[in-house]
């Protein structure tokens, strides 16, 4: 099991496609620009925190904003940066190494702040979660909105329900702590494809923000039930839905977006804060 900077180095390319090729890939993506939209500032500064392969900073940078994005992986800045200079972005969009729990910038810096994707979920220790949750109220204006998100508990244990993973041998554990790690992995002696991961809850999410001083105003279920089609036996099949079947997915999954046990089976769960 790689830890996650080596892991995102592995797969750069693969992490820009990741919001576009699969249903709930696009699911992801929609919901977290829907919430940027409503709730961004009109113009500013935003730092993207973990931004990876830089996805959300070229389409905050194609809407006027001056970006900051700082990821840990050579290889997500690498694709982040060339990206930007094909689009012809460089003016708006800075790319530097950076770690959530110790970002490099002053007191209220940026106008809004986002940690999409999962950055959050990569820090193991409970205490350094914690540290990484203030960073991202400190670095934000007073007032200003901050997005963050993270990936579900409850949801990876459905997917080892359908995939008949290894982890069903150990499922009562990960339930418990959310800790997938090499630890975790080394006691089911499984290669694990994936990286180190904490695997949230929405009550611990809402609570490890709130404490860092943030003003949660909503929790957001990213792909809601639709999660499930992530899992092996359903992915094909999600691609092969008619027109008229991913509109009523979409419906689904828009409706119950806001609503608490959703969000706590989504496979992402977003919150829109205040700093």
């Known amino acids: 099991m790689d830890d996650p900077e080596t892991y995102y180095d592995a797969n750069d390319e693969a992490e820009w496609d990741r919001l576009t090729s699969s249903l709930h890939g696009r699911l992801e993506w929609e919901g977290t620009v829907e919430q940027l939209d409503a709730e961004l500032p009109e113009s500013g500064c935003v730092l993207d925190v973990g931004g990876g392969a830089g996805r959300y900073a070229v389409w905050l940078a194609e809407r006027g904003y001056d970006v900051t994005l ?32 110790d970002l490099e910038f002053g007191v209220g810096g940026f106008d809004a702040t986002c940690c999409l994707g999962g950055p959050l979920s990569h820090v193991l220790d409970g205490d350094e979660r914690a540290t990484a949750a203030r960073e991202l109220r400190r670095v934000t204006a007073d007032g200003g909105p901050v997005f963050a998100s993270v990936m579900g508990r409850l949801n990876w244990l459905v997917l080892s329900l359908v995939d008949g993973r290894e982890h069903l041998t150990r499922a009562d554990e990960l339930a418990e702590t959310g800790d997938y790690d090499r630890a975790f ?29 943030l003003d949660v105003e909503r929790l957001v279920g990213l792909e809601g039930l639709a999660s499930v089609l992530s899992a092996g036996p359903l992915r094909e099949a999600a691609e092969e839905l008619s027109e008229d079947q991913t509109a009523g997915v979409r419906r689904l999954v828009d409706d119950l977006r806001d609503d608490r046990t959703v969000a706590d089976m989504s496979a992402h769960v977003l919150a829109v804060c205040r700093a």
């Open 70 to 101: 700082v990821d840990p992986s050579e290889g997500q800045r690498t694709v982040a940066r060339e990206t930007v200079a094909e689009r012809g972005l460089g003016e708006r969009v800075t790319v530097e190494a950076g770690d959530v729990r």
């Open 185 to 213: 992995v080394d006691r089911l002696d499984y290669d694990s494809p994936f990286t180190e991961t904490h695997f949230f809850r929405a009550d611990e999410f809402e609570t490890l923000l709130a404490e860092a001083g």
